[in-house]
């Protein structure tokens, strides 16, 4: 047996350069480690029983390999693939880094995700969530897969991922069931705001698990639902006319913006203002809450932003093979992008939330008075 061994020559990763790389570059820089542990591990179990003249193994671990950054998966490079990549990055001394790495970590992260979904909630009180169902296709299994998204923040600001499941479309029952399951393990305190889309899937499921919280719509999904109902030569005056509303420095004045949308498009095109109208009170529920929190407060951009870096992956690679792959797959990248969550506007306002003060057009309401 040949029992040789030789220096391996680590050589730093280039900056990425798109959103994505950028995203994982702070965050993961331990999975790709994982996956050369495995390597070494590996490697260290096969020549086990290689010793020297005095018995003494020849291959011994001594010390461990720098961590790098595990971009390759989730950029879209594929498990065939990943042995050449490497030593196209690293050079040829990473030729040893066998196409079933990508496989073993995945593995790590499946086991990863099994065990951040089933901890404690206990303590946890989140004044404001963002709730979102994003498809993606499934390549293996066929279909398309729906991944249901929970976000909150907490009193001092910060933004944490609270759950990620898959569902059956974005239903009732799927809902019910992810809510349940973070009130069973702990998460007893209602959050004061929801925001998401119309799905009304997710809106039945709160008023019968957190009846207690408000309502707000989501106005990207929103806008871009009005404006599907309208020629595309309309859209981009109508378009200005909804930016018109939600971007009003007060209630009365997004009314009057409203009822103007409405007076102009009612008569030809009543799809589009019926699809408007119908969600008007929690299209401005905002309003009362602080205006600091407002930009954070009028759309689910915040789950929105991370996901189009999903789908950037998922282009590239037609798909994910599995549903579990999936699910493994977004739940890694939302926890790298997690790390640079920045802390919501105005946060010192959220003590005064939770206790229940009122706010007319973001100002508290003795103040306004």
Known sequence: MDCSTSDVRIVPLPQA???????????????????????????IDRYQDCRDAAGKRQVVRNGHLPELIPWLYLKGVSTG????????????????????????????????YQEWNQRSLAGKEYVYVWADGVYFNIRLEGGRQCMLVLMGATADGKK??????DGQRESEQSWKELLLDARTRGLTTEPKLA???????????????????????????????????????????????????????????????FDLFLGTYQAKYPKATDCLAKDR??????????AEHWMHLRTTNVIESVFATVRLRTEKTKGTGTR?????????????????????????????????????DGIRKEDAA
């Open 324 to 360: 579990v792959a999936c699910l493994t797959m977004v739940f890694k990248l939302m926890q790298s992008a997690s790390r640079r969550w920045r802390a919501l506007n105005g946060s010192a306002l959220l003590a005064e939330v939770i206790k229940g003060v009122l706010f007319v």
């Open 195 to 257: 925001i998401g889309d119309g799905a009304l899937g997710f809106w039945k499921a709160v008023r019968q698990i957190w009846p207690q919280t408000q309502e707000q719509r989501c106005w990207v999904h929103k806008t871009a639902n009005v404006l599907d109902k309208l020629p595309k030569g309309v859209q981009p005056k109508a378009k200005d006319l909804l930016h018109e509303i939600y971007l009003a420095p007060s209630r009365a004045e997004a009314d009057k913006a």
């Open 81 to 112: 693939d990943f042995s050449e990549a490497l030593a196209a990055l690293l050079g040829p001394d990473a030729k040893g880094l066998s196409a079933t790495t990508i496989t073993r970590l995945k593995a790590v992260w499946e086991q990863e």
């Open 17 to 43: 350069q798109d959103v994505l790389s950028d995203i994982l570059r702070q965050g993961a820089q331990q999975l790709l480690a994982r996956s050369i542990e495995a390597e070494v591990a590996d490697w």
């Open 160 to 165: 944490e991922l609270i759950a990620i499941q």
């Open 281 to 290: 009170t929690e299209l401005l529920r905002f309003y009362e809450f602080p």
